[in-house]
């Protein structure tokens, strides 16, 4: 694997507030690489540092070889950037702001592929000020696409969109990966970055609290599981035998059930040791933690509702 | 390799351009202002004002006898390039900015220079069709004179409006905000037309306020005007001036451009 962007003790301070302290993290050629974080914790800084947009206080960021803060005209010509709060002018077409876009950049995508690859065939006429935030978003990747870039950068992509809307902008965003573009993907929906990403650094306060693959981050670092089951038995039948059991850490009953947590494999030895005692559970139902508990855990406050926009 | 490829500072400079120009025709109402402004303004500056046919008998030659509506041709023009330069130009580009147009921008390899100059090619095209209306109208309805130096007129308007467009460029850099722009543009518009003579038209203003409005945008390009249309001289050190302010304007407006 490729290293394509390397960002090492990223700073920047506006005025006395700091954005984002010593941000840190690698991104190899062909991932879906994930940042997450609440509202102001630094994302945005932190791409437009990458793009070459904003000039950091200190750290290093290289970009395909390229290093943003020397050379930003370098960086835009191989980076694909799709930015927040960013809008095309009421009266452009999507053919229009594709080919505008497309004589930027010395060696453009065919406009015309991108405008059928993202949907956009039907809407290539339109204005816009006409088009619904789902098609504007497409027309907003297609557009940090059409430079042919080898790294694009999609910051708060689905924000505003109505669920239908996401999910057909994820397939596409999985599509460009497949069609080789590395994708940075900023974003504070859980379920985004657990669906699309690789791997993901979480930050928070201008700091990485968190970094790796979702279910890497899920599982947690010590790979505790926990489950929870039904017994057909008193509890104190089998509470010594269980309690023996070298993966299993605590055993608590909860209302009817009994919460087991303990290593990989808790669960297996714990079904075998009450096999042994002749006992077969009701049920059994396994925990599974989501990305979001991990979010709560590492920033200590939960994902924020999402404004939509406008 | 033996393709051409533009230099990264002018590549889609070219298609910039262009569909500035198509998205400025397709705003109905901008368009019909940009283009039937001046011609009118001429028009009611001649009908409506008391004594604007009337010819001036204390005048020096060439400009004897000349009825004074045919002294404000030029301030028409100056009227008509300030609107534009101080008002409608900074005004598009900070609102571009407000709207976030600027900041997609940003990302791609387009640089503040192509974003600024395609702005004011736009403007100065809307213009020129919409000043030739005006003089056309003038010569139509008061028989105001063709320039006697044409070339020089045309050069003189060109360069004239491309350097208070300057004015506006800066204006843009400056103001964080469109109301801000407007302010500081109508801060500015009023004493550029006292230099370009709006109420001491051609011959009638005092030689110490020419003397000091030949070293501002406008009032170079009147005095320029004046003397290519009436007085048949090659305005050379009003040009000159106006070179100038282009050549200090557009480089500190691009420097100080910001996309967000």
């Given at each position: 694997?490729?290293?394509?962007?390397?960002?090492d003790?990223?700073?920047?301070?506006?005025?006395?507030?700091?954005?984002?302290?010593?941000?840190?993290?690698?991104?190899?050629?062909?991932?879906?690489?994930?940042?997450?974080?609440?509202?102001?914790?630094?994302?945005t800084?932190?791409?437009?540092?990458?793009?070459?947009?904003?000039?950091?206080?200190?750290?290093?960021?290289?970009?395909?070889?390229i290093?943003?803060?020397?050379?930003?005209?370098?960086?835009?010509e191989?980076?694909?950037?799709?930015?927040?709060?960013a809008?095309?002018?009421?009266?452009i077409?999507?053919?229009?702001?594709?080919?505008l876009?497309?004589?930027?950049?010395?060696?453009?995508a065919?406009t015309?592929?991108?405008?059928?690859g993202?949907?956009?065939?039907?809407?290539r006429?339109?204005?816009?000020?006409?088009?619904?935030?789902?098609?504007?978003?497409?027309?907003?990747?297609?557009?940090?696409?059409?430079?042919?870039?080898?790294?694009?950068?999609?910051?708060?992509?689905?924000?505003?969109?109505?669920?239908?809307?996401?999910?057909?902008?994820?397939?596409?965003?999985?599509?460009?990966?497949?069609g080789?573009?590395t994708?940075?993907?900023?974003?504070?929906?859980?379920?985004?970055?657990?669906?699309?990403?690789?791997?993901?650094?979480?930050?928070?306060?201008?700091?990485?609290?968190?970094e790796?693959?979702?279910?890497?981050?899920?599982?947690?670092?010590?790979g505790?599981?926990?489950?929870?089951?039904?017994?057909?038995?008193?509890?104190?039948?089998?509470?010594?035998?269980?309690?023996?059991?070298?993966?299993?850490?605590?055993?608590?009953?909860?209302?009817?059930?009994?919460?087991?947590?303990?290593?990989?494999?808790?669960?297996?030895?714990?079904?075998?040791?009450?096999?042994?005692?002749?006992?077969?559970?009701?049920?059994?139902?396994?925990?599974?933690?989501?990305?979001?508990?991990?979010?709560?855990?590492?920033?200590?406050?939960?994902?924020?509702?999402?404004?939509?926009?406008? | 390799?033996?393709?051409?490829t533009a230099?990264?500072?002018?590549?889609?400079?070219?298609?910039?351009?262009?569909t500035?120009?198509?998205?400025?025709l397709?705003?109905?109402?901008?368009?019909?202002f940009?283009?039937?402004?001046?011609?009118l303004?001429?028009?009611?500056i001649?009908?409506?004002?008391?004594?604007?046919?009337?010819?001036?008998?204390?005048?020096?030659?060439?400009?004897?006898?000349?009825?004074?509506?045919?002294?404000?041709?030029?301030v028409a023009?100056?009227?008509?390039?300030?609107?534009?330069?101080?008002?409608?130009?900074?005004?598009?580009?900070?609102?571009?900015?407000?709207?976030?147009?600027?900041?997609?921008?940003?990302?791609?390899?387009?640089?503040?220079?192509g974003?600024?100059?395609a702005?004011?090619?736009?403007?100065?095209?809307?213009?020129?069709?919409?000043?030739?209306?005006?003089?056309?109208?003038?010569?139509?309805?008061?028989?105001?004179?063709?320039?006697?130096?044409?070339?020089?007129?045309?050069?003189?308007?060109?360069?004239?409006?491309?350097?208070?467009a300057?004015?506006?460029?800066?204006?843009?850099?400056?103001?964080?905000?469109?109301?801000?722009?407007?302010?500081?543009?109508?801060?500015?518009?009023?004493?550029?037309?006292?230099?370009?003579?709006?109420?001491?038209?051609?011959?009638?203003?005092p030689?110490?306020?020419?003397?000091?409005?030949?070293f501002t945008?406008?009032?170079?390009?009147?005095?320029a005007?004046?003397?290519?249309?009436?007085?048949?001289?090659?305005?050379?050190?009003?040009?000159?001036?106006?070179?100038?302010?282009?050549?200090?304007?557009?480089?500190?407006?691009?420097?100080?451009?910001?996309?967000s």
């Amino acid at each position: 694997m490729t290293t394509v962007v390397r960002v090492d003790a990223l700073r920047k301070s506006y005025g006395s507030r700091h954005a984002v302290r010593g941000v840190g993290f690698t991104v190899e050629q062909g991932e879906i690489f994930g940042i997450l974080g609440p509202n102001g914790a630094g994302k945005t800084t932190t791409v437009e540092a990458l793009a070459g947009l904003r000039h950091a206080d200190g750290g290093t960021v290289s970009v395909l070889g390229i290093d943003p803060q020397r050379d930003p005209a370098a960086i835009k010509e191989v980076l694909g950037v799709q930015l927040q709060e960013a809008r095309l002018p009421d009266r452009i077409t999507v053919s229009e702001a594709l080919r505008l876009y497309a004589s930027f950049y010395p060696a453009p995508a065919d406009t015309d592929e991108l405008i059928t690859g993202l949907g956009l065939a039907e809407h290539r006429d339109t204005r816009f000020a006409k088009l619904s935030g789902g098609l504007r978003q497409r027309l907003s990747i297609a557009l940090a696409l059409v430079g042919n870039p080898r790294v694009a950068i999609l910051d708060e992509l689905t924000t505003g969109l109505d669920p239908q809307a996401r999910r057909a902008v994820w397939d596409v965003v999985e599509r460009v990966r497949a069609g080789g573009v590395t994708i940075i993907l900023v974003t504070h929906f859980m379920d985004e970055a657990e669906r699309l990403c690789d791997r993901l650094v979480i930050i928070d306060k201008g700091k990485v609290v968190a970094e790796g693959a979702p279910a890497e981050l899920i599982r947690g670092a010590e790979g505790e599981r926990v489950f929870r089951m039904r017994l057909p038995v008193p509890f104190d039948q089998v509470r010594d035998r269980l309690q023996d059991l070298a993966d299993v850490d605590t055993l608590t009953t909860v209302a009817d059930e009994v919460e087991v947590r303990g290593g990989a494999h808790a669960l297996p030895a714990v079904v075998l040791s009450l096999a042994e005692a002749a006992v077969v559970p009701d049920g059994i139902r396994t925990l599974s933690r989501s990305l979001e508990d991990v979010f709560v855990e590492v920033t200590g406050h939960s994902p924020e509702p999402v404004e939509v926009s406008a | 390799m033996t393709t051409l490829t533009a230099s990264p500072r002018l590549r889609g400079f070219g298609t910039l351009t262009a569909t500035q120009g198509r998205l400025f025709l397709r705003d109905t109402g901008s368009v019909v202002f940009a283009i039937a402004f001046p011609p009118l303004l001429v028009i009611g500056i001649g009908l409506a004002l008391p004594g604007m046919r009337a010819p001036i008998t204390d005048l020096p030659e060439p400009w004897a006898g000349m009825p004074a509506i045919h002294l404000f041709a030029p301030v028409a023009l100056a009227l008509a390039v300030a609107t534009v330069a101080l008002s409608t130009l900074p005004s598009q580009i900070v609102a571009e900015r407000e709207l976030g147009v600027l900041r997609r921008m940003a990302t791609t390899p387009m640089r503040p220079q192509g974003v600024l100059v395609a702005q004011v090619l736009v403007n100065l095209c809307a213009l020129v069709a919409a000043c030739v209306l005006a003089i056309a109208a003038g010569a139509l309805v008061f028989g105001t004179p063709a320039p006697v130096a044409p070339v020089a007129a045309a050069l003189a308007f060109v360069l004239g409006a491309a350097a208070t467009a300057g004015v506006g460029l800066l204006i843009a850099a400056l103001a964080p905000k469109a109301s801000a722009a407007n302010g500081i543009g109508m801060l500015v518009y009023f004493p550029m037309l006292f230099f370009a003579g709006m109420w001491t038209p051609g011959p009638t203003m005092p030689d110490t306020v020419a003397a000091i409005a030949r070293f501002t945008p406008l009032g170079a390009m009147s005095q320029a005007l004046n003397a290519a249309w009436f007085e048949g001289g090659f305005p050379a050190a009003e040009l000159v001036v106006m070179a100038a302010y282009i050549a200090v304007l557009y480089p500190l407006a691009a420097r100080l451009f910001r996309w967000s």
